[in-house]
């Protein structure tokens, strides 16, 4: 009868596995590197120029403009130029039968909204 044999270990594998080792760990060091090197190459040598060339024209007699005024109160560079020509329109009277109209329309809008303050609520007193 033989004794038995002791468990191998990484120390006691066989040695043609550890050159494959060595070689891939090689490789990748040398892509690794070369990347590098030609990276910190190419972004040394690039640089960027931004050249402004100044161009006379012509002047017109034409009739300068004016830019929209903003909507008041409206905060800094925000400016909607649909809202400020909705405000260049002029408001024109309503006539007394319109004015009614909308006065009741907008009793049963607020109506609504005291009654159902949430979709949530709405929803609960429909069933749905």
Do not use: F
Not at 10 to 28: F, G
Not at 89 to 101: E, F, G, K
């Amino acid at each position: 009868m033989q004794p038995p044999e002791e468990p191998r270990t990484i120390e006691s594998a066989p040695a043609r596995v550890r050159p494959w080792l060595a070689i891939a760990a090689a490789a990748l060091s040398l892509v690794l590197i070369s990347g590098v090197v030609a990276y910190v190459l190419a972004t040394s040598r690039t640089r960027t120029t931004t050249v402004i060339k100044t161009v006379a024209t012509k002047t017109s007699k034409a009739p300068a403009t004016t830019a929209l005024s903003c909507v008041p109160g409206a905060a800094a560079g925000s400016c909607n130029i649909d809202e400020a020509r909705a405000l260049a329109i002029p408001d024109q009277p309503l006539s007394p039968a319109t004015r009614a109209l909308l006065a009741s329309q907008l009793v049963a809008a607020r109506a609504a909204a005291l009654r159902y303050p949430t979709v949530a609520d709405a929803r609960h007193q429909s069933g749905t």
